[in-house]
């Protein structure tokens, strides 16, 4: 198999310089961009897809599994059609992988906030993480890019 009859990968948009961070700025990782020269790239976020402005109050996933702001406003129902969108945008485009940022509450792998706003992590997943996997596709971060095929 060649690089270009890999599957396009789903990569959280603000690793590719979108400024759609809840502080409306990005978050660009040279490791994900350079992943354009032999992949394509679908961008996402799934918060933006949600209808969620940018910039907005920074969420954190609570231990219920609800999502709440640092404004006390539960914007659950929010992350979780953004997680849907996610999944529908993968099953679109035939992706069997993401490359997800991580930490947040919409896209992190493994280790996230621990809804207090104070810095801390926990492990856990992001809905949107959370929602590819439970429909079997492979999350990543961006970290883990040099274990990706190109
Ligand atoms: S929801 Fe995901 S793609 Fe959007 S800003 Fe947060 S980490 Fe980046």
Same mark, same amino acid.
């Given at each position: 198999?060649?690089?270009?009859?890999l599957?396009?990968?789903?990569?959280s948009?603000?690793l590719m310089?979108?400024?759609?961070?809840?502080?409306g700025?990005?978050?660009?990782?040279p490791?994900?961009?350079?992943l354009?020269?032999?992949?394509?790239?679908?961008?996402?976020?799934?918060e933006?897809?949600?209808?969620?402005?940018?910039?907005?109050?920074?969420?954190?996933?609570?231990?219920?599994?609800?999502?709440?702001?640092?404004?006390d406003?539960?914007?659950?129902?929010?992350?979780? *059609?953004? @997680?849907?969108?996610?999944?529908? +945008?993968?099953?679109?485009?035939?992706?069997?992988? !993401?490359? $997800?940022? %991580?930490?947040s509450?919409?896209?992190g792998k493994?280790l996230?906030?621990?809804?207090?706003?104070?810095g801390t992590?926990v492990?856990?997943m992001g809905?949107? *993480?959370? @929602?590819?996997?439970?429909?079997? +596709?492979?999350?990543?971060?961006?970290?883990?890019? !040099?274990? $990706?095929? %190109?």
């Amino acid at each position: 198999m060649t690089s270009n009859d890999l599957p396009p990968l789903l990569v959280s948009a603000c690793l590719m310089g979108e400024p759609c961070r809840y502080d409306g700025k990005d978050y660009p990782c040279p490791a994900v961009r350079k992943l354009a020269n032999t992949r394509t790239l679908i961008p996402i976020c799934p918060e933006v897809m949600a209808g969620l402005p940018t910039p907005r109050a920074c969420a954190e996933l609570q231990p219920s599994g609800r999502v709440v702001d640092a404004d006390d406003i539960d914007r659950t129902a929010a992350f979780e *059609a953004g @997680a849907a969108e996610a999944v529908r +945008i993968a099953r679109e485009h035939g992706c069997t992988q !993401a490359i $997800l940022k %991580s930490k947040s509450p919409s896209c992190g792998k493994g280790l996230i906030y621990d809804g207090t706003f104070s810095g801390t992590l926990v492990p856990g997943m992001g809905k949107a *993480a959370q @929602a590819l996997i439970d429909a079997g +596709i492979e999350v990543l971060s961006e970290n883990d890019c !040099a274990d $990706l095929q %190109s």
